[in-house]
Nanobody, 126 residues
Protein backbone atom coordinates (compact mmCIF):
# COMPACT_ATOMS: atom_id res chain seq x y z
CA UNK A 1 0.00 0.00 0.00
CA UNK A 2 1.41 3.33 -1.07
CA UNK A 3 1.58 6.02 1.58
CA UNK A 4 2.69 9.61 1.29
CA UNK A 5 3.12 12.05 4.13
CA UNK A 6 3.27 15.70 3.13
CA UNK A 7 4.54 18.42 5.44
CA UNK A 8 5.76 22.00 5.39
CA UNK A 9 2.55 23.86 4.70
CA UNK A 10 1.38 26.80 6.74
CA UNK A 11 0.35 30.43 6.73
CA UNK A 12 2.65 32.88 4.99
CA UNK A 13 2.38 36.43 3.74
CA UNK A 14 2.40 37.20 0.04
CA UNK A 15 5.98 37.30 -1.21
CA UNK A 16 7.12 34.75 1.34
CA UNK A 17 8.48 31.23 0.92
CA UNK A 18 7.67 27.72 2.03
CA UNK A 19 9.30 24.35 1.41
CA UNK A 20 7.03 21.32 1.18
CA UNK A 21 8.27 17.78 1.73
CA UNK A 22 6.69 14.42 1.04
CA UNK A 23 7.98 11.08 2.29
CA UNK A 24 6.72 8.12 0.26
CA UNK A 25 6.59 4.45 1.25
CA UNK A 26 5.17 1.33 -0.34
CA UNK A 27 6.43 2.38 -3.78
CA UNK A 28 9.77 1.88 -5.48
CA UNK A 29 10.40 5.61 -5.42
CA UNK A 30 13.07 5.80 -8.09
CA UNK A 31 10.92 3.84 -10.55
CA UNK A 32 8.53 6.76 -10.81
CA UNK A 33 8.41 10.34 -11.89
CA UNK A 34 6.88 12.33 -9.04
CA UNK A 35 4.88 15.51 -8.87
CA UNK A 36 2.81 17.92 -6.85
CA UNK A 37 -0.87 18.63 -7.30
CA UNK A 38 -2.94 21.29 -5.57
CA UNK A 39 -6.62 21.80 -5.01
CA UNK A 40 -8.84 24.62 -3.84
CA UNK A 41 -12.29 23.64 -2.51
CA UNK A 42 -14.84 23.72 -5.29
CA UNK A 43 -12.20 23.60 -8.02
CA UNK A 44 -10.51 20.79 -9.92
CA UNK A 45 -7.16 19.51 -8.77
CA UNK A 46 -4.35 20.99 -10.86
CA UNK A 47 -0.79 19.98 -11.54
CA UNK A 48 1.95 22.12 -10.04
CA UNK A 49 5.11 20.35 -11.18
CA UNK A 50 6.65 17.04 -12.13
CA UNK A 51 10.19 15.66 -11.91
CA UNK A 52 11.64 12.57 -13.55
CA UNK A 53 13.02 9.59 -11.64
CA UNK A 54 16.57 10.94 -11.51
CA UNK A 55 15.72 14.49 -10.52
CA UNK A 56 16.51 15.92 -13.91
CA UNK A 57 15.98 15.28 -17.58
CA UNK A 58 12.27 15.95 -17.49
CA UNK A 59 10.88 18.66 -15.24
CA UNK A 60 7.60 20.39 -15.93
CA UNK A 61 5.76 23.21 -14.17
CA UNK A 62 2.37 24.77 -14.45
CA UNK A 63 2.65 28.16 -16.15
CA UNK A 64 1.28 29.81 -13.03
CA UNK A 65 4.29 28.74 -10.92
CA UNK A 66 7.18 28.82 -13.40
CA UNK A 67 10.09 30.84 -12.12
CA UNK A 68 8.76 30.78 -8.55
CA UNK A 69 8.54 27.08 -7.60
CA UNK A 70 11.24 24.42 -7.80
CA UNK A 71 10.55 20.71 -7.59
CA UNK A 72 13.27 18.28 -6.49
CA UNK A 73 13.71 14.84 -5.00
CA UNK A 74 16.10 12.78 -2.90
CA UNK A 75 15.85 9.14 -3.89
CA UNK A 76 18.02 8.06 -0.95
CA UNK A 77 15.31 9.37 1.38
CA UNK A 78 12.22 8.57 -0.75
CA UNK A 79 11.39 12.24 -0.43
CA UNK A 80 9.94 14.79 -2.82
CA UNK A 81 10.28 18.54 -2.28
CA UNK A 82 8.64 21.72 -3.51
CA UNK A 83 10.40 25.00 -2.85
CA UNK A 84 7.87 27.81 -3.21
CA UNK A 85 9.10 31.40 -3.43
CA UNK A 86 7.33 34.69 -4.14
CA UNK A 87 4.08 33.17 -2.97
CA UNK A 88 0.81 34.76 -4.05
CA UNK A 89 -2.66 34.56 -2.51
CA UNK A 90 -3.76 32.49 -5.51
CA UNK A 91 -1.28 29.79 -4.46
CA UNK A 92 -3.50 29.07 -1.47
CA UNK A 93 -4.55 25.41 -1.73
CA UNK A 94 -4.11 21.94 -0.34
CA UNK A 95 -0.94 20.48 -1.85
CA UNK A 96 -0.54 16.76 -2.54
CA UNK A 97 2.43 14.75 -3.71
CA UNK A 98 1.74 12.23 -6.42
CA UNK A 99 3.35 9.49 -8.48
CA UNK A 100 3.44 9.00 -12.24
CA UNK A 101 3.23 5.41 -13.52
CA UNK A 102 6.33 6.00 -15.62
CA UNK A 103 9.87 7.17 -14.90
CA UNK A 104 9.71 10.38 -16.93
CA UNK A 105 7.38 13.33 -16.94
CA UNK A 106 5.74 13.78 -20.33
CA UNK A 107 3.21 16.05 -21.95
CA UNK A 108 -0.05 15.59 -20.14
CA UNK A 109 1.91 14.92 -16.95
CA UNK A 110 -0.68 16.49 -14.67
CA UNK A 111 -3.34 13.99 -15.73
CA UNK A 112 -1.04 11.03 -15.12
CA UNK A 113 -0.30 11.82 -11.47
CA UNK A 114 -1.99 9.87 -8.68
CA UNK A 115 -1.98 11.42 -5.21
CA UNK A 116 -1.69 9.22 -2.13
CA UNK A 117 -1.36 11.50 0.90
CA UNK A 118 -3.67 13.68 2.95
CA UNK A 119 -2.05 16.84 1.69
CA UNK A 120 -0.57 19.87 3.38
CA UNK A 121 -2.38 23.20 3.47
CA UNK A 122 -0.72 26.33 2.16
CA UNK A 123 -2.38 29.64 2.94
CA UNK A 124 -0.99 32.87 1.52
CA UNK A 125 -2.33 36.09 2.95
CA UNK A 126 -2.36 39.35 1.02
Amino acid sequence: QVQAVESGGGLVQAGGSLRLSCVVSGLKFDDHAMGWLRQVPGKEREGVGCVGWNGGGSIFYADSVKGRFTISRDNTKNTLYLQMNSLKPEDTAMYYCAADPGVWCTSGWAGRLDAYGQGTLVTVSS
